[in-house]
């Protein structure tokens, strides 16, 4: 079973995953040089706790000192760039046509109201549908390279629309949602 994932970018590249015309490279090597060819050893090592020389000698295929949690990396940053272009005009016909954006996540949340802050103990199972504007708004910021804690902020805006809210009046909507645990996150589109 693959690891429970966390991570609000992660989720979306593997869901955009799906709609990719060519698989990337599987080797780390191959993987290394990809990923050498668009970005320079000096910024791109930081990413994967690594040196610089380091990198350039896994490029060449001697992959001593690679741990298994580099390895990850490196998978995750190729997921992170991999057909970009593919990956956004797969974003804009979801969009352009009404389209889906499916979140099903396993999470604890915290409410905000005009009468103070609420922090839920349970740990909440929901999928939902986000709106438009939520959906499009986090493709966007995942196309800008947000950090994390902007696209769960996205996120829970558009989970607080489309399930916490959706019952309650107009003039009742006041309260604002954050993700306060992510245990899962899921996109499917």
Known sequence: MPPLNTSV?????????RHWTRQPPKRPATRLRHLLRRTSPSVLAPRLFAYPHALTRW???DLSGLTPAQATLIEREIY????PDVRRRAHQQILDHDGCVTAQLHARFAYTTLSGEFHDPRLLRVTEDLPALHARRLFDARHCDADEAELRRILADGIGEAYFFRALPAD????AVTISDLHLIQFHY
């Open 9 to 17: 970018a992660h989720a979306l590249d593997l869901a955009d995953a």
């Open 59 to 61: 490029a060449e295929g």
């Open 80 to 83: 992170r760039t991999w057909q």
């Open 172 to 175: 009742q909507q006041q309260a």
